[in-house]
């Protein structure tokens, strides 16, 4: 059975640009770009083309700095340390690879950490001579202050960094930031923020996070600001953006700083691109944010109260006891643990995931959990998601019969 355009994706026509025929249940991994953007993004690309010394050239910083504006208000940054870069990975790498540790430093990470940026971790640490201390935290949990403990038992007197998502992947946790970067940040050690699906799924206040101590914070526009794919940023705090260069050189490396910071200069241009994705954001954060009534607030309360209301339904399709975490630490995604895999073949593709994508017509992830044979089922609540699509997951999964594990630890 193929979900049908009668029953899947009521609210996806016009808005948005997925196929109405697939209940998309997975907006977190690469976001979706509604067509006003893209239309806004395709005429901005008419006039580079047109006009491609003034767009690249003479206009660009200006075009930048405007867009930069509108993202700084969004995520509540001034926007002097802020720097647009293509992706989330792109500002974890220009902050990691920028830095100098001794050998016998210790960087500290969560075993929720996104793969990429963990290799990003392991290979600088690896350079030079540093440890890199993984604090594993619970899933399921009752109570953020257990993710603090977690994180604040693996700091030592050799701890230099400690890198944390804001809203974990596999788990899709919204940790408990200001309690972290403070528990961090009070021991004297940098904070490095994965933010990667942040921005428009809860609210930012970044100058905020800056007053307890955060140093780095590194985010996706294509995500959860439905941007177009290629819009990321990064924010560095005042006294260390010297220290934190962008993962290409190029000619802002050594130009004349009287009218811009050599962090702009710098991140702005790190080569000929296509920088259109950046220059969409205020159009997404316009477009996206007037879908609802009330703007981004009343819309990130209606996608948090859409993944809950999913959780519990999927909690009890699943026969799982007690929802994994406490509501407070879901935002717009929800993970649920599945039982035992079996014959699961580690880095394979997920064989569930493709059933329901073949059979049913939904696109749901599945991934893999501390083992290959421990499986997360997550799903992602937008706009363009209702109550009747976790509904056909639901059925799907009764067909299949999945069941959920009550315990992952
Ligand atoms: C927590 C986290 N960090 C980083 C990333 C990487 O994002 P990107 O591939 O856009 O750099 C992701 C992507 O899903 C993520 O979930």
């Known amino acids: ?15 948005w640009a997925l196929d109405p025929d697939v209940t998309y249940l997975n907006h977190g991994s690469f976001g979706a770009t509604p067509r006003p953007v893209l239309e806004r993004q395709q005429s901005l690309r008419d006039e580079l083309e047109r ?60 075993d929720h950490a996104y793969n990429a940026c963990r290799n990003a971790l392991d290979f600088v640490a690896e350079r030079w001579g540093a440890t890199v201390s993984v604090a594993p935290l619970p899933f399921p949990l009752a109570s953020p202050d257990e993710i603090v403990d977690a994180v604040a038992g693996a700091l030592t007197a050799r701890t230099r960094l400690a890198m944390i998502d804001h809203v974990t992947s596999p788990t899709a946790l919204v940790l408990p930031l200001p309690e972290l970067v403070s528990a961090i940040a009070g021991r004297g050690v940098e904070v490095l923020v994965d933010g990667a ?32 794919k290629g819009a990321g940023f990064l924010w560095v705090a005042p006294g260390r953006q010297p220290a934190i260069r962008p993962t290409v050189i190029s000619h802002g490396a050594n130009r004349d700083t009287s009218l811009r910071s050599r962090f702009h200069l710098e991140f702005d241009w790190t080569g000929t691109t296509d920088f259109t994705p950046w220059l969409c954001v205020p159009t997404a954060i316009e477009a996206v944010g007037g879908r609802v009534e009330g703007g981004w607030a009343a819309l990130r309360l209606r996608n948090h109260e859409l993944a809950l209301a999913a959780r519990d339904l999927l909690t009890a399709t699943l026969g ?11 935002g717009s995604m929800a993970a649920l643990p599945l039982a035992d895999a079996g014959g699961v073949v580690a880095n394979g593709p997920d064989t569930l995931s493709q059933q329901l994508r073949d059979q049913f017509g ?34 799907a999964l009764r067909a299949l019969s999945v069941t959920g594990a009550n315990s992952v630890r």
């Open 320 to 330: 799982i006891a007690t929802p994994p975490c406490p509501d407070e630490m879901v």
């Open 51 to 110: 006009e491609p010394i003034d767009f690249l050239s003479r206009s660009r910083e200006r075009r930048i700095d405007e867009a930069r504006k509108a993202l700084a208000d969004f995520v509540g940054a001034s926007a002097s340390g802020l720097a647009f870069v293509p992706n989330a990975t792109t500002g974890v790498n220009s902050v990691l690879r920028s830095l100098r540790f001794e050998a016998g430093d210790e960087l500290v990470v969560t």
């Open 362 to 395: 939904l696109e749901v992830p599945v991934m893999p959990w501390r083992s290959p044979r421990l499986r997360l089922l997550r799903v992602s609540a937008q706009l363009y998601n209702t109550r009747a699509d976790f509904e056909r997951l639901a059925d």
């Open 197 to 228: 699906h942040a921005p428009g799924m809860v609210e930012l206040d970044l100058d905020e996070l800056a007053t307890l101590g955060m140093t780095y914070y590194a985010g996706n526009c294509h995500k959860w600001l439905c941007a177009p």
């Open 1 to 15: 059975m193929t979900a049908s355009s009668e029953t899947a994706g009521t609210n996806i026509e016009p808005f």
